[in-house]
């Protein structure tokens, strides 16, 4: 019945014509069943867990060095592994660590699936579709997937390795690939020096940053990839932190509860301030796809861009001599809000597959093998992220992550993603990208900011219908 419901759901979104590329989404189903909670540790916790990783320190070095010792399999066994390969880093690094895996372990075969670079969300759930479900997979939709019974959930073991979890039913079924991706401004630094610019500390100064930029004429003071929708949900989540989670933390939830809605003057706010910043926007961003962004910045041709870590790393691939610039943006009220700490998503293992028990096996043994330090840190290197293992990896990151990291330990606040919160403030399927759709015309100009809310609260209330997490 959970996967004839999850199909539906898939048509559903199908019917909506909001099938669109991106980073994936908590939903909400019209279900009792209980909120996902994220599970948070004392340092007292993180210590025991950090004498339980010393202990297994053996058999994680065995694992990572060759898989001596006895099988895990009784017999040869192969998985099925999607991730999401949009990005060249997140590719070699896992290839890597699969080829790692695969020398390690000559009874299983971990054969990866790609994606092809698309839309990642809509990729899994057409497998899923033509019941070629994968046997692991990079999970994101956490809570669809979940509710569908189509994941198994990870052995305690494998859930002590990790500082935090997110847990469903007070089971953990996804094993966290990173931090939530802090994002901030990256810059060209050499040409902020030549023309005496500076890092701002407040909004306004910001503003006032790429006005002079823009004045100058010599190039956009942002690049922005809007061709791919999830990219506008970089700068989509800064503004909603600035505008709406600042005064209303279950803002979704009230939306639920039909004590607020999207007309909220607080969503409106959200609308103004990316008016604001997309003017300032490099010509063609509607047309520009992410992937192209890199380009923009290393070839003189754009001074910012608003993304991730991730970014660090494909910038000094395009350009091993250009000087990197970070800093955060502070929020309109003078305060520091940033993307961070523990999401729902990571490594997941399929709840179809775990039946066969040399799979399920295999498959929990590669997701320690992944997390075993000499192989974790080749992930959180080639991407910037911040692990997310209580264990330490011998990072070589670069020292502008070091920017980011401090960054975060002093904000006043660190959370994930507006679309990837689970629980009562979890979205319907595929209302993120309706948002950011949404937010496109309004600041290009097709829509006026009344009648975009006015159309996203009649898209919620149809959402809601089959996806409300407060009706019991």
Known sequence: MRRKKLLSLMLCAA????????CGGGTAENT?????????????DAADKADDAETKDTEG?????????????????????????????????????????????????????????????????????????????????TAVYYRAGMLEPLPDD??????????????????????ENTNGIIYNKKYFDENGFTEPKTYDEFISLCQAIKDKGDMAPLVIGGQDIWHIGFWFHKAYNDQVLSQDADFIKHCYDGSKDFSDPSFKAVLEEMQEIF??????????????????????????????????SQIEAADPNFEIGWFAVPSPDGKLRLVGGGGAGGLAISADSAKDPN?????????????????????????????????????????IL???????????????????????????????????????????????????CEELNKTWKVSMESFNPLAQ
């Open 359 to 399: 799979k399920k096996a295999a498959a929990e043994e590669f997701i320690r093998f992944f997390f075993a330090p000499e192989n974790y840190v080749v992930y959180c290197d080639t991407l910037n992220f911040i692990p997310t293992t209580v264990a330490g990896i011998d990072s070589h990151a670069a020292p």
């Open 61 to 141: 070095s065995s694992a990572a060095e060759g898989g001596s010792g006895e099988s895990v399999v009784t017999e040869p066994t192969e998985l099925t592994f999607i991730f999401a390969d949009g990005d060249e880093g997140a590719k070699s690094s896992m290839n890597e660590i699969v080829n790692r895996f695969n020398d390690a372990y000559p009874d299983i075969t971990v054969r990866i699936e790609p994606g092809n670079g698309g839309a990642y969300s809509e990729f899994l759930k057409t497998k899923e579709s033509v019941g070629e479900f994968p046997d692991v997979m990079e999970m994101r939709d």
């Open 158 to 179: 494998l859930v002590s390795l990790f500082q935090t979890t997110t847990e469903f039913d007070n089971k953990t079924y996804t094993a966290p690939l990173s931090g």
């Open 32 to 44: 009792g069943s209980s909120a996902a909670t994220q599970a948070g540790e004392s340092k007292a």
């Open 279 to 312: 003017q300032y926007a490099q010509d063609g961003w509607v047309s520009t796809p992410d992937a192209q962004i890199t380009t923009f910045l290393v070839s003189d041709m754009a001074a910012m861009m608003y993304s991730g870590t991730h970014m660090f």
């Open 402 to 452: 070091q920017e980011v990291v401090e960054a975060t330990r002093n904000a006043d606040d660190l959370a994930p993603m507006w679309n990837v919160r689970v629980g009562e403030n979890e979205l319907p399927p595929d209302f993120r990208n309706f948002t950011y759709k949404t937010v496109v015309e309004v600041v290009q100009g097709q829509r006026d900011i009344d009648s975009a």
């Open 15 to 22: 019917m909506a014509g909001t099938l669109l590329a991106g």
